[in-house]
């Protein structure tokens, strides 16, 4: 029936799937419930046509904000919850496996590759605190694992990321890393601050919207990754961070939250962070998932 009411509107429309080209049952679970749960949102708040028209301005606004540094879309769903609980849909945790969490949207692809060791930091600031990162990338049974791929990146001490900020030099406090034979880490940097996300363009609209406030606590990314084992994205938090039971983006998690203590002298920083992580095998992984 293609004559439309408000009584056939959702089912006239999700009757039209696939009649005039192929979808997948993936496809058609995805839209069907898509539909659904639109025209449903759209009944209960009583939506109005001006209210439409903004809503379409405003993502078209979003749109043209995305760029290589900055994911406004990303952002948006992480002050809603939604990447979070997407990452939490998708990586299960089993057993002893470390929680991952959200990308967020200021990951940089290629950073330097360093040394075991090695600093990440390309620019002082007064109120700087450097901190020596170290820890183990183990499997299941506790062994740790040779040759993974560490991907770090963090804020500066200015409360703002490399690709935000023009007065710092490219992948300023990125880097990445590999442990060694006996998956151990290393590397320099400095100790994450409690920053506000961006809240100038659409993210700010919707912050506001929400009567919710921008601030995350310190922390720093990690992308962990080897052959043979499942992905791991993650963050770990400073355990005397403001924000960390109130995150704007709803992504602490307390398995995640680690102390920064005074550090030895032979380490040559301010602070000292030591943080395991545990993997699940890819073929682990695929068993969970069936």
């Known amino acids: 029936m293609g004559i439309v ?16 080209g192929d979808i997948t049952d993936r496809q058609r679970e995805i839209a069907t419930s ?6 449903g949102f759209i009944k209960d708040v009583k939506l109005q046509h001006s209210e439409f028209l903004e809503a379409c301005a405003y993502l078209a606004r979003a749109g043209k904000l995305c760029n290589d540094n900055r ?9 809603l919850g939604i990447e979070v609980l997407v990452d939490m849909m998708t990586n299960p945790v089993e057993g002893n496996e470390s ?15 360093l040394p075991k060791g090695a600093s990440t930091i390309q620019k002082h600031y007064d109120n700087e605190e450097t901190a020596y990162y170290e820890g183990y990338i183990k499997d299941e049974n506790g062994k740790g694992i040779a040759g993974v791929t560490l991907d770090v990146w963090e804020d500066a001490p200015n409360g703002i990321y490399e690709n935000l900020d023009p007065d710092q030099p490219e992948y300023n ?5 590999e442990t060694d034979e006996s998956g151990h880490y290393a590397f320099v940097a400095v100790r994450p601050v409690p920053y506000p ?9 919707l912050l506001r919207f929400m009567g919710h406030h921008p601030n995350r606590p310190g922390h720093m990314h990690f992308v962990i990754s080897k052959d043979g084992y499942r992905p791991l994205i993650s963050q770990i938090y400073d355990a005397d961070s403001e924000w960390l ?3 704007s983006v709803f992504a602490v998690k307390e398995s995640l939250i680690g102390k920064f203590k005074p550090a030895a ?26």
């Open 5 to 20: 009411n408000q009584d056939n509107i959702t089912d006239v429309v999700i009757e039209s799937l696939g009649k005039h």
């Open 34 to 39: 898509l539909i659904k749960h639109m025209h």
């Open 71 to 79: 994911q406004e879309f990303i952002l948006l769903a992480d002050i």
């Open 99 to 113: 929680e991952s969490t959200v990308l967020g949207p200021f990951y940089r692809e290629n950073p330097p590759v």
């Open 173 to 177: 406090l990125r880097g990445r890393f």
């Open 197 to 205: 996300i961006p809240d100038d363009e659409t993210a700010g609209e």
């Open 245 to 247: 039971e109130n995150d």
């Open 265 to 290: 002298k032979e380490l040559g920083t301010d602070l000292h962070f030591e943080f395991d992580f545990v993997l699940k095998t890819a073929a682990a992984q695929a068993i969970a998932a069936e």
